[in-house]
């Protein structure tokens, strides 16, 4: 058993809050408004359209891909963790590396759209950074608490 630290819950409030829930409402939108004006606004810029049937695909597809995914990940391995299970450290890490995985891939490939209609600090911070850095400290935790 793991007992969840001071930093377990940091990285649990913080994946809830400023990942899952920003993320969650956008592939929301994404799978039940695909060509919502409030889901092209959010995803790739306000007033900005795909850009072809493939840029529709993929991020329908990843929209998908997240809820089926991603998120029972994250969901089972912050059970994981919280309740002290060395499961949920590797669940955990496993969520992490794909949202690292997969917000590096739209950084730049969305970069063109979004970027222009959010501004520097949004979209380095927010709308691709949060994903990455949260990712990232979840992974590197993770490992140090299964190596301990």
Do not use: C
């Not at 001071?6 to 695909?34: D, E, K, R, S």
């Not at 409030?38 to 850009?51: F, H, P």
């Not at 450290?89 to 730049?108: D, E, P, R, T």
């Amino acid at each position: 058993m793991l007992p969840p630290t001071f930093m377990t819950w940091i990285l649990v409030i913080f994946g809830w809050v400023f990942v899952f829930m920003i993320l969650v409402y956008g592939q929301l939108l994404m799978v039940f408004m695909p060509n919502g004006r409030k889901t092209k606004d959010l995803l790739i810029g306000k007033g900005e359209e795909w850009r072809d049937h493939t840029h529709f695909r993929f991020a329908y597809g990843a929209a998908w891909a997240d809820l089926i995914l991603w998120l029972p990940l994250l969901m089972a391995g912050s059970i994981g963790v919280l309740t002290g299970y060395r499961w949920g450290y590797i669940l955990w890490a496993v969520a992490g590396g794909i949202a690292v995985y997969i917000s590096i891939i739209l950084w730049f490939t969305e970069k063109a759209y979004v970027y222009p209609h959010w501004g520097p600090v949004w979209y380095y911070t927010v709308y691709w950074g949060f994903p990455i850095y949260w990712g990232l400290m979840v992974m590197v935790y993770s490992i140090i608490r299964l190596s301990g």
